[in-house]
């Protein structure tokens, strides 16, 4: 009769060891749908409300110039970038939101800056003169930085405001059209 107890405890080890894989495979599955969409969704139509991140992503991710893309290819790329996206599959939080990903790394340099800083004060006075040179080098960085969004931002509504007079120009020679055909 101990032939009999010994099968029960290897098909509960066996039992247990099937558990641990379902439990092991669950929560691989629950990390993945974590993932999808952790960022938020945005759909193929979305293309302007996401355009600082796409142009970002495009030039340092695929090192590609914005400019030099045709209709298609950019129809191509977008969707890639969508895709990456909703999964949650970007190299790096800032492709996600531009904006705010800027603000916190704004706040970051900053809060560094304002470390160091306090702790040159508290050092001895040798160290302020390199302190004060690199604080001015730090600070036109931080200009340039600016005035290139600035450029950055200034591009971007020129690009709009051209879309715009394009499209009105289409819209115009759509009714001149509709007009010369009633005639």
């Known amino acids: 009769g101990g032939s009999k107890k010994k099968k029960k405890k290897k098909s509960k080890k066996k039992d247990k060891k099937d558990k641990k894989d379902k ?7 629950k990390n993945l749908n974590d993932q999808f969409g952790k960022y938020g969704f945005i759909r193929a139509s979305e293309k302007f409300h996401k355009q600082d991140e796409f142009r970002a992503w495009l030039s340092e991710v695929k090192h590609i110039d914005w400019g030099m893309l045709a209709g298609r290819e950019r129809d191509d790329m977008w969707g ?24 916190s790394d704004s ?5 560094k800056l304002h470390k160091k ?22 600070e036109l960085q931080q200009k340039r930085q600016q005035k290139a969004s600035q450029e950055y931002a200034t591009e971007l509504d020129a690009v709009a405001l051209m879309h715009q007079a394009k499209e009105k120009e289409a819209m115009a020679k ?10």
């Open 23 to 29: 439990k092991d495979k669950g929560e691989d599955a």
């Open 80 to 103: 890639e970038f969508v895709e990456d996206f909703n999964t949650a599959t970007l190299p790096h939080v800032k492709y996600y939101n531009m904006h705010e990903w800027e603000q």
């Open 174 to 183: 759509i009714l001149s059209m509709a007009m010369a055909s009633k005639k």
């Open 117 to 138: 800083h306090k702790k040159l004060k508290e050092g001895s006075g040798k160290n302020m003169g390199v302190s004060d040179e690199q604080q001015r080098e730090q």
């Open 107 to 111: 706040r970051k340099k900053s809060a």
